[in-house]
Structures are given as C-alpha cells and as structure tokens.
C-alpha cells in the first residue's frame, strides 16, 4: 500500500479528517488563483505592475490614476469574478449531492433562467436598470427555487430524480418566457437586456461585490457544516435516517443556502454558464474523492470564472466576447467530454 | 453495555428477560397516503434475535422503517425506554437503533474502509471526524463482516454478496443496542446467507445485541430466530418461539402454503416442507 489517502489531525478531543490528495488540489488551486489575479490586476489598457500593486497595497501610490484603475475598476471586477465563480462552484456541488446527478446544476435545473426572466421582467416591463436588476434577478431565481421545491415535493420528501425533472420542466418554461420577452420588448430595451443575457463582468463595481462577498462570507460557514451530513444522504436517506441525519431538514436548508449563492452569483453577472456544472465535478474526479468536496468545488468554480475572464482579455482577434459564452463554450467541450467519456456512471437516476 | 454471554443457552431456554426497550405503541404507518399497516402494538423482545416473517407487502419492510422513525407514524408512537422516539435527536437515537435498509447505495469511488467509517456517524461531530476509537471500533466491525481483508478496495469493484457484508459491516461500526435488518440476506449465495446468519447470532449471543430482521426464507427464520413475529396485512398475527408458533395451520392462514412441519435434524427447529 502506498502513502494513506487520509490525513486525521488529532488535538485533546478534537479531530479531523483530511483527504490527501483533495488538500494538495486545493492548495495548487488556490496558488493559480493568486497568480491568475495579480494578472488580472495587471491586465488592461493602463500596464500596471507588481511592484506598482503592492505600492497600492501598502499605501503608496505612484499616481492617482493607478489607485483609480486598480481600487474602482479592476479589483471590483476581480471579486465580482472570483466571487461568482466560487458561489457557482459551491452552489452546483450542493445541488449535484442533493440530486445524486452531475446534471443537476443550478443552470440546468432552471435556476439561472428563474434569474434571467426575473431581470427582464424588470428590465423591459418596467424599464428598470442599474441595481434594481440585481434585486429582480435574485427574486426570480428565489421564486424558482421554491417553486421548483414545493413542485418536487411528495408525502414531505424531495427525491432526487423529481427535483432534477421538475427543474428542467420549470427551466424550459421559463426559457420560453425568457424569449418570449426578448421579443415582446422595445428594441433598445431588448437589446440592453441581452447584454445582461450574455453574462458579463464588465464594469463591476463596488455595488456589485458587496452583496456577493456578504453573502458568500455569510453562507460558507454553514454550507461546510452542511455538506458532512449532505454527504451521508449519497448513500440514500433510508441509510443516512438511520444514521442520525436530519435528512429533509439539511435538504432543504442546503437547497436554500444553494439557491442563494447561485442567485447572487447570476445577479451580480448575469447567466454564468456551466461554472456550477463543471467545477463540482473536476473538483471530485481530479480529488478522486468519494464525496463531494466543497472547498476543492467554490475554488475550481472561482478558478475557471477567473480564467474565463483571463481568457477574453487576451483573446486574439480583439474579440471582447463575454465571459458566460466562454464559460459555456468551454463548458460545452467539457459536457461532450463527461458523456463521450462515459463518466456519468454515478449520475444515471 | 449489556455484555451478558448467553452463548450456552439454547433459545427456548433463555430466561424471559428484562422489559422490551422499544416498543411500538397503537402504530399506524402510512405510505404515499396509504395506510399500511394500522394499530400495531408490540415489544421488541430485549436480547434476543428476532426474526419477522410474513407474505409479500404485508407491512414488514415498513414496520421496521416505522421502529426507527425512518417512517414517522400516522398515529401511535413507538417508544425508547420510555421516550418517544420521533422527539429524540436523531444522533442520540442513532447511537441506539441501527438499520440496515434494503436499498443503499455506495458513493463512487469510496473505499470499504471509508464507507464502513461512515457508521460512526451518530458518534462523531463537525470537528469530531475520526478519532482513534473510530478507527478500532471501524477495523473490529469490518473484522467481524469478514471483509476486513479488502479494506482498501473500491466497493464498486466488490461482489454483491461482498457488497452487502460490508454495509453489515456499517451497521455494526454503529455499534448500536439495538439492531433492524430488512431482508439482509438478499443478494447472497445459500453460503453466505448462512453464514450471516450465524454472524447476527453470534453478535446477539456475544455481544448482547438485540436484533430484528426481516427474512423471507422460513426455515431459515425458523432457525436463527429466538422469537418469531407473524405479519399478515399490516397486522401481527402471531408471535412466539418458531417452535411454538409453526403449525401446518399458521403456514395455511398466513402464505396459503399446503406443508408439513417436521424437526430439522441438524438444529432440532421446526423446518417447512411443502406438500
């Protein structure tokens, strides 16, 4: 046998259990996200450098337009973008233990789109913009979301299978809506509520990260607590019962704590693609562990949304695409690559 | 714990012991509104091995999910020493009532050794993950399944009477008085099925374990069990020493099954021949 897969620290009555391999991703994840924010501070028509970020840091300022390029526009875009990212990554590991299915996402359960069409209610039917879209967007993805769960509900209990059902029922409606609004609107409303529609984190502000990182700061907390009993529910609530789980509380408090990160995240950026699909599950597979880890799938999420964004600063051809059709360009290769690869065994209901 | 042997006593001559620590109380468990089974009244014989037996659908699985509030009742209550247990925190009632349902399924992935550590649940806490009694009581439990040898194999990789020896293995890691199994023996060869058998005895006999399990095969019920419950319908019909209790009588009224009883002459219980 070769080196134990677990670490157990070990203090007086206290103990933790630690997966080896999991620790060292999490470790190297977090490493790129340091590297890959310092470039995204770095990045931009105004050159910045380290040495000139960490005279800000400490105070010292070379000039007033650096501090106001980095405090005011690019720091506020960097959290937006790592914020989203990980309340993505966090919110789909949730939902994909609850429903046992690799599918069973935030964007693919209707969740997103309950977002989406709260924004564009506001936006076209009462002709709302700046802030208040944020607010729609989260009470249309908070709606959906318990709507979604009284629907899957039955004799008190959400099966897996119903909730992933009932939210791809409820998602294409709402999608429907969706377009049916697009259409329906002014042009130009229509027009700027389909940038919101892309999903972007151009010209975050402050306004933007406040919400997100309260909630995320917030929630975090709670959802690691969560996510040990969540965890025993793999193995089937007639097993987990019995266990001493609270089986339908933690269900539906997990499900709760989910939908609000997934709404913070689509409200502060609008529809983040695939973020919430993929991060939880390359956090599992390249973790190989055997329950889903947390921490591994809210830094994946923050990783993959930063390197987006990376990605469509640097994109040749002076193409500014928005980061949710990276996101779900890459998103879709990876898609192609989990059903080609045959790796959905642990995800047939 | 209670660490009585009684591995000497044959099971007719065991005393009548102690008063029942669980016990339902006027149950009616319900199922997607269905009433499944109404008003059942009864003691789970403390110490002691017992074994429910009834056809198809009448109310056995359901009962046991109903014993430990995995089936909340519709009415009646089910008491531990006294409390109901639909009031007790669900880890208190877990270090005392264990299961082992009929369907469970492993994460992928997870080793024997990490699902097995799972049972410990009811003893541990957020910052309480694995302490070194977890570790023994895990390696002892995993002995005693007899699967202590794959330990660190992927449980998706195991046979299925493999399988289900190391979720015996969880449910003994539980380490709890009392212990429910529904229909532990599906899945395994005649072999194997025996030989969990006398593995569930040896804990009630050794250890002092009370323990409920469903089984469909009668002669093998008739066996292992020190008491037998009689289910038909949603109700108990009989209940009692297999010896007292199997009459070509009982096998007509409850399965409709034309038989003969005759004693096994290997372990002297009544065995069930079909006409």
Known sequence: MTTAPNIVLRWRGWSL???RRALWLNIILFGLLVIGSTTALMLGRLPIGTQEIWQVITGNAPSRAVEHVLIDIRLPRLLVTIGAGAALGTSGAVFQTISRNPLGSPDVIGFTAGAATGALIWIIVFGGTGANVVLAAMAGALLTGVGVYLLARKDGRVSAYRLVLTGIGVGAVLHAINALLLVKGDLDVAISANLWLAGSVDGRDWG????LWLG????????????????????GDDLAGPLGVPVERVRRWMLLGA????????????????VALAAPQLARRLGRAPTQPLIGATLFGACLML?????????????TMPIGQVTGIIGGVYLIWLLAGNRLRNGAP | MNAISRSHNAPNQQPTTNTPRLQAQGLSLSYAGKVVSADISMGVEEGKFSVIIGPNGCGKSTLLRGLCNLLPPSAGQVLLDGHDIARLPPRKLAQEIGLLPQSAQAPPGITVVDLVARGRYPHQGPFRQQSAEDERIVAMAMDAAGVADLAHHDVEALSGGQRQRVWIALVLAQETPILLLDEPTTYLDIAHQLELLSLLRQLNRERGRTIVAVLHDLNQACRYADHLVVMTAGKIVAEGTPKALMTPDLLQQVFGLDGIIIDDPISHTPMIVPR
């Open chain 1, 216 to 235: 995320l700061i917030a929630l975090m907390g709670p959802m690691l607590l969560g996510m040990r009993p969540l965890g025993m529910m793999e193995m």
């Open chain 1, 259 to 274: 939908l609000i990160l997934a709404a913070l995240a689509t409200s502060a950026t609008g529809p983040i693609a695939f």
């Open chain 1, 307 to 319: 390197g987006a964004d990376l990605l469509t600063r640097v994109a040749p051809f002076d193409l």
């Open chain 1, 17 to 19: 259990l630690l997966a």
């Open chain 1, 208 to 211: 933007h990260v406040w919400p």
